[in-house]
């Protein structure tokens, strides 16, 4: 009789939470941080300075590339379990299973990363699929126990970074596709809400307190070396901004001086990804697949892919091209932003050779010219029609995207020159007219020269 009443208890738990948390030693409270709290401006210091990261989407959903008996998923391939209409068994079967990127390496990553002129990285710990890249005592869907490859990817890349002294950050999606209580009840379709903002599940703020919450505070202990947590799905009805407002606490509660995006709340402007009038949690805007038009005095950061897919997709070929990539970054510093660009690595665990040779591209202009970028704010001088200007005290940096026909750079009137010179080769100075540059009649750099102004 004792037997059958246990069991009943038993069932009862797991049916309350729905999601059985794996059978291992009891998860502690996150333990308190001992750091010395930070203002918020020394908070931000080394993300403002460092302008420019990598975006890394990678998960199970490499596996398919965007592609199911011949159909192509529309838009982001990491949106292919929704967007092809997966069960849960379907994806587990098809998908997650065959997930085993043997030849993942971590350091030779964040190599590629740093060459490129990258200064922190983030990577996807859980997208939308719900499966967890690490280790994780909340869940049996991790790679330890749901994929073949049974390694812990979010700690072989936290040491990576921490070996390259590169900030190792991470992309945590509030949405859920796995979660029981993160979907709309009987809907096939996961996630009701994202296709009717209207259909709310009861269930959500048992997976938010009991789930989601734990999983983040998990990844900030088990991984101390993690500087930004970079929330997604913040668009779902069911997550409402008193969550997103507890969140930003309980994290910062955890460790203080972590940065958080405002995709921890419900501030977000869509894709503009600036804060609309309120009071919303999180440290700075993340604009999406676009750059603002003009400078933003606050924190900001724009995400973009290099061709139109988050997640490996090969059979999207648009790339955009180095010069593209590269007058993107000085646009966005030039108005005071950071720029993540995405790697979408494949199912073997390799950056596709297209990504591979922009950001070779990128780190030889970086390696050139990044003092104009590192450290440097948006100037106080309108754009020129020529190229960008960004700054630092007592110099401007103008970066040329059109090289005078004519050699002739003309500035803004209201700079008050002292001295010129091409950055990428500062042994010889330029004659300076009034607000007049005289430059060689070749640029020193196929894609974007900088000349480095003086200021008096
Ligand atoms: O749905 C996601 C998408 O898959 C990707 O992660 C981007 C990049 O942040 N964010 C969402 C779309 O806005």
Request: with cysteine.
């Amino acid at each position: 009789m004792r037997k059958i009443l246990q069991m009943v208890v038993f069932s009862v738990f797991i049916l309350n939470i729905g999601c059985a948390p794996k059978q291992k030693k009891k998860e502690k409270a996150p333990e308190k941080a001992k750091q010395v709290v930070l203002s918020d401006d020394e908070r931000m210091e080394w993300w403002r300075d460092a302008r420019f990261g990598m975006f890394i989407h990678w998960g199970p959903y490499a596996v398919p590339g965007g592609e199911r008996n011949g159909e192509i998923c529309k838009g982001g391939a990491e949106w292919i379990m929704d967007k092809l209409d997966y069960t849960i068994e379907d994806y587990e079967k098809e998908v997650t299973a065959k997930f085993n990127p043997v030849e993942f390496d971590a350091d030779k990553w964040v190599k590629m990363a740093k060459d490129a002129g990258m200064k922190y990285i983030v990577l996807t710990s859980k997208h939308h699929d719900g499966f967890c890249m690490w280790d994780s005592e909340l869940t049996d869907y991790d790679v330890m126990d749901a994929s073949p490859y049974k390694k812990d990817i979010v700690k072989a890349l936290s040491e990576a970074c921490r070996k390259a002294d590169i900030h190792f950050c991470l992309y945590h999606s509030i949405v859920d596709w796995h979660q029981p209580q993160a979907q709309a009840p009987l809907y096939p379709n996961y996630n009701a809400g994202q296709k009717d903002q209207t259909v709310v599940n009861p269930e959500f703020p048992k997976y938010y307190e009991n789930y989601l919450k734990p999983m983040v505070g998990e990844l900030l202990t088990k991984y101390d070396n993690v500087d930004v947590i970079w929330f997604d799905g913040d668009w779902i009805a069911d997550y409402t901004t008193e969550m997103g407002k507890d969140f930003y606490s309980y994290i910062r509660g955890i460790k203080p001086n972590v940065i958080v995006n405002n995709r921890v709340d419900k501030g977000r402007n869509g894709m503009e990804g600036m804060d609309k009038e309120g009071n919303f949690a999180g440290d700075f805007g993340t604009p999406e697949q676009e750059i603002p038009a003009t400078g933003i005095d606050s924190d900001w950061e724009a995400c973009m892919t290099m061709n139109g897919s988050w997640g490996y997709k090969p059979s999207d070929t648009n790339w955009k091209s180095s010069e593209t990539l590269i007058q993107h970054l000085v646009d966005i510093v030039s108005k005071g932003g950071n720029f993540l660009l995405n790697i979408g690595p494949d199912a073997q665990g390799l950056f596709p050779p297209e990504s591979v040779e922009r950001l070779a591209e990128m780190g030889k202009w970086t390696k050139a010219n990044g003092e104009s970028i590192y450290g440097a704010k948006a100037s106080p001088y309108d754009r020129p029609d020529w190229g960008r200007y960004t700054s630092k005290e007592g110099v401007v940096y103008a970066h040329v995207f059109d090289w005078p026909k004519d050699g002739v750079l003309h500035l803004n009137p209201n700079m008050k020159i002292k001295s010129a010179g091409l950055l990428a080769d500062l042994s010889t100075t330029l004659d300076v007219v009034d607000h007049s540059i005289k430059l060689p009649a070749e640029a020193p750099d196929q894609y974007v020269s900088v000349v480095k102004i003086v200021l008096q």
